[in-house]
């Protein structure tokens, strides 16, 4: 693992290793607090969101336009997202945010009006977006037809549209920065409806994505915001997400920061959960290949997580050990943060490859 990547992820590897090594015993009398069967099935509807046909079109959306061609100025600087997103060097969600956050330089602040209006389709052959004649589209952005994606290949079916993706400029009064909208529609049912506004200052870097996601049943709200400062001694790297599944009572936020100085990182998370009439709280530190962490439940202490990263000691409550569906409910809580980062990962990668953002 790069060691630029490396304090995101320690209180993770403690989890994913120590747990590996828990208990299957039947759980006390009074582990109830934590619901695993709500866990998992709160968790479910939220992987359900994911999985839908909308959702894996609009994934594969910023890699089939190509790059310099058509409405150039539309189109991605090489030097741009498509590095990031393509580099051995950003592997996970968690890399790209950090790095996508850290490398912009400059910010193009609205979609070219040469190109506004435009409905861009599949080309068979090519299996790229190129302009087309349809209408419809935005009078201040652009429309994308979605199509099915082939299982085997990955690739869109050109006589298969299943819906459109339409971005809008909402930045056009903007001195400085980009704002964004991405709507996805496939039949009569809104899959995505979200906004990016991105700004730079001298030393100081955002991106916020806000809006929702629905399979058209479910609905899951969400804000996340990548955030950082940089200077000659260290870099400062901060996530905050909020979720929210009001239907089924979950909601989750964090604070996921990373303080690098040199060759020396630290971390901390802070993670609140509500699933049902349950609070869930993770925090926990990382430095020096150390972590250190608690997990309390209704604010009763539930788990410890302390020693080296790799090979931390686990415990419950007085030192025992987890049971087997504590241990479930727990990998998902440990799975959150890293869903999120992979949510951010699938809404930027379409607007980085499209736009004009200029990175280092």
């Not at 490396?6 to 403690?14: D, E, N, Q, T």
């Not at 850290?102 to 506004?116: A, E, G, Y």
């Not at 935005?138 to 994308?144: D, N, S």
């Not at 809006?211 to 969400?222: E, L, W």
Request: overall charge negative.
């Amino acid at each position: 693992m790069p060691k630029r990547h490396r304090a995101i992820y320690p209180l993770v590897l403690a989890f994913a290793v120590g747990l590996g090594a828990c208990s299957d015993t039947t759980a006390p009398a009074d582990a109830g607090q934590l619901d695993a069967d709500q866990t998992e099935a709160d968790f479910s509807a939220l992987d359900g969101l994911l999985e839908t046909e909308a959702w894996e079109s609009f994934g594969v959306l910023g890699e089939l336009f190509p790059i310099g061609t058509g409405a150039a100025n539309l189109s991605m600087s090489v030097r741009g997202a498509a590095d990031l997103a393509q580099s051995g060097t950003t592997p996970t969600g968690r890399a790209f945010a950090r790095e996508l956050m850290l490398s912009m330089t400059q910010l193009v602040p609205r979609i070219p009006l040469d190109v506004r209006g435009i409905t861009f389709v599949i080309d068979p052959e090519t299996l790229h977006y190129v302009p087309s004649d349809l209408t419809g589209a935005p009078e201040t952005g652009v429309r994308f037809i979605l199509y099915a994606i082939n299982p085997v290949t990955h690739k869109p079916i050109p006589d298969s549209p299943i819906g459109h993706a339409d971005l809008i400029d909402l930045g056009d009064d903007l001195a400085q920065g980009v704002s964004l909208r991405f709507l996805v529609v496939s039949g009569d049912v809104t899959h995505l409806d979200y906004t990016v506004t991105a700004a730079r200052a001298v030393d100081i870097r955002s991106l916020d994505v806000s809006g929702f996601v629905s399979d058209g049943t479910t609905r899951m709200d969400f804000a996340i915001t990548v955030g950082g400062t940089r200077n000659t001694d260290s870099t400062v790297t901060e996530v905050t997400f909020d979720l929210a599944i009001a239907s089924r009572g979950f909601s989750a936020a964090a604070t996921v920061r990373t303080v690098a100085r040199g060759d020396a990182e630290s971390g901390t998370v802070d993670l609140e959960l509500h699933i049902g009439d349950h609070v869930i709280t993770f925090v926990g530190s990382s430095a020096g290949g150390e972590v250190d962490a608690e997990v309390h439940i209704d604010g009763d202490l539930f788990a410890t997580i302390s020693g080296p990263e790799r090979q931390p000691v686990i415990a419950g409550p007085d030192g025992r050990d987890l049971t087997e569906r504590e241990v479930r409910a727990l990998r998902h809580i440990l799975a959150l943060s890293d869903r999120v980062f992979t949510i951010f990962e699938h809404l930027m990668r379409p607007v980085g490859h499209i736009l004009t953002f200029n990175f280092r």
